[in-house]
């Protein structure tokens, strides 16, 4: 059974960073390609998309909301990716999810439980 399981959430004032990791397993990725994404969810709105990487084209994508605070990056352990998150906005305030895609294709089929990022003013 595949498992994504996120970390690095915590309470930040803005202005600040955090930096969230997440790792899969219990599934054969490709050592070459995998794909992965963040997603969050803030009180009383919609799921969104924040990030995404294609590890076999080293191809990333992002936000319009996030782009140039937000970067997304494949650790190196197996399997991981991590969020950084610079000159974090209120805005920014939400539960974040990651996604596993193990076909870079297949659809984000794998998420984690999330973890809780706040941001004071």
């Known amino acids: 059974q595949v498992q994504v399981v996120e970390s690095g959430g915590g309470s930040v004032q803005a202005g600040g960073s955090l930096r969230l990791s997440c790792a899969a397993s219990?599934?054969?990725?490709?050592?070459?390609?995998?794909?992965m994404a963040w997603f969050r969810q803030a009180p009383g709105k919609e799921r969104e998309w924040v990030a995404s990487i294609d590890t076999g084209a080293g191809s990333t994508n992002y936000a319009g909301s996030v782009k140039g605070r937000f970067t997304i990056s494949r650790d190196n352990a197996k399997n991981s990716v991590s969020l950084q998150m610079n000159s974090l906005k209120p805005e920014d305030t939400a539960m974040y999810y990651c996604?596993?895609?193990?076909?870079?294709?297949?659809?984000?089929?794998?998420w984690g439980q999330g973890t809780q990022v706040t941001v004071s003013s």
């Open positions: 996604a596993a895609d193990p076909l870079c294709g297949g659809g984000y089929n794998y």
């Open positions: 219990g599934y054969t990725f490709s050592r070459s390609r995998y794909c």
